[in-house]
């Protein structure tokens, strides 16, 4: 079966090589957009985006590499940077304890994967970065206490080479389904045949 949003998924890919254009202030705000309109637990949006487009801060923020480290520095010459930081509600992240439920890192997780798609859709690549150091990027940014910094997005046009109108091949890079999903039974990995 054919299906447009399949075929944004298999588009989508994780860019670390940009051109210096600027990314269209309409295009940014859809992606904003798509942030805006994710599920959250109780609704509660626990949800702060940095958008950060100036050129000398986001070579700053290519340094914020966990002690030791020197890693992603390539999105140093990147146009944009989204700061995904989430604050989680006292009471919701109390009972969330209770329970062992972490939810805002899930509502900020599904925002920021609206945001990827989104930017594809708008020909624009992006790569998620867990790798900062959140010390470094918090007091560069001023992100206040109560905010977890969970993510960078890093977007921007993609360098020449690389096409966000063909499909990735992800056969051999993505597991197969028989190997993630089972049916009504952990133990169960045996499908309907749905997937030929
Ligand atoms: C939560 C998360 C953190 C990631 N952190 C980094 C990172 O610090 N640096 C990086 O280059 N890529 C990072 N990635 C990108 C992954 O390496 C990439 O998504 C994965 O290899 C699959 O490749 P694809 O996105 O091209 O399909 C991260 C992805 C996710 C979802």
């Given at each position: ?117 989104m930017a ?40 020449e080479g ?35």
């Amino acid at each position: 079966m054919e299906s447009a949003f399949l075929d944004l998924l298999r588009r989508r890919r994780s860019v670390r090589s940009y051109r210096p254009q600027t990314v269209e202030p309409e295009k940014v705000a859809l992606i904003l957009e798509a942030a805006r309109l994710a599920p959250s637990a109780c609704n509660q949006q626990p949800w702060h985006i940095v958008t950060v487009d100036r050129p000398a801060l986001i070579r700053e923020m290519a340094l914020c590499a966990p002690a030791g480290t020197r890693i992603n520095k390539w999105m140093a010459d990147a146009p944009l940077v989204f700061v995904l930081c989430g604050r989680p509600h006292p009471l919701i992240h109390q009972a969330a304890q209770w329970i062992d439920k972490d939810c805002h890192r899930l509502d900020v997780a599904i925002a920021g994967e609206h945001m990827c798609l989104m930017a594809t859709e708008l020909s624009l690549g992006s790569c998620w970065i867990g790798w900062f150091s959140e010390k470094k990027i918090r007091r560069l940014l001023h992100i206040p206490p109560a905010y977890t910094i969970l993510a960078l997005l890093v977007a921007g046009y993609p360098d020449e080479g690389i096409r966000l109108d063909e499909p990735v091949d992800h056969d051999l890079r993505r597991k197969q389904l028989v190997e993630i999903v089972s049916w009504n039974d952990f133990r169960a990995p045996d499908a309907p045949d749905y997937h030929s």
